[in-house]
Every structure is written in structure tokens, then in C-alpha cells.
């Protein structure tokens, strides 16, 4: 079987699912042939986005006392 190199796109989702998985770095690094720090960086970006877009959904809801003062209003 002949490896293929992953590209940089490639080598991002396979961190993000090794971590997932509940990989630690070192566990990941020789499987993408990546620096820890390369591994950091990714894992790091990937949870910033994912701490926003839960942020964004929690903004998005509102409580109980809006939703029935904006019914009052209409």
C-alpha cells in the first residue's frame, strides 16, 4: 500500500476527528506526521469556533420573560 500525503485541508479534518475521539496529541501527531504545535494550533481553532457557534445559538434563544412581552406587544 502506498501512502498518499494529505493535504492541509485533509490533515485538519483527521486532527479534529482523532481528537474527537479523544486522542491526545501525542497519540495524533505520528498518525498525521504533524508537529505538536501544528496539532495545538488546529484543536485550539477548532474549539474557539465550536465555544462560538454555541454562543451564537444561546444569543439566539430568548428567555421566557421576552418571548411573553413580545406576545404582549402584539
Known sequence: M?????????????VIELHKQ?????QIAPEIHMSFREIS???KAYEKKVRLGT???EKKTISE???LYKQKIE
Open 2 to 14: 502506498e501512502f498518499q500525503p494529505l493535504n492541509k485541508f485533509e490533515k485538519e479534518k483527521k
Open 22 to 26: 479523544g486522542k491526545t496529541i501525542r
Open 41 to 43: 494550533k488546529i484543536i
Open 55 to 57: 454562543k451564537k445559538l
Open 65 to 67: 420573560s421576552e418571548y
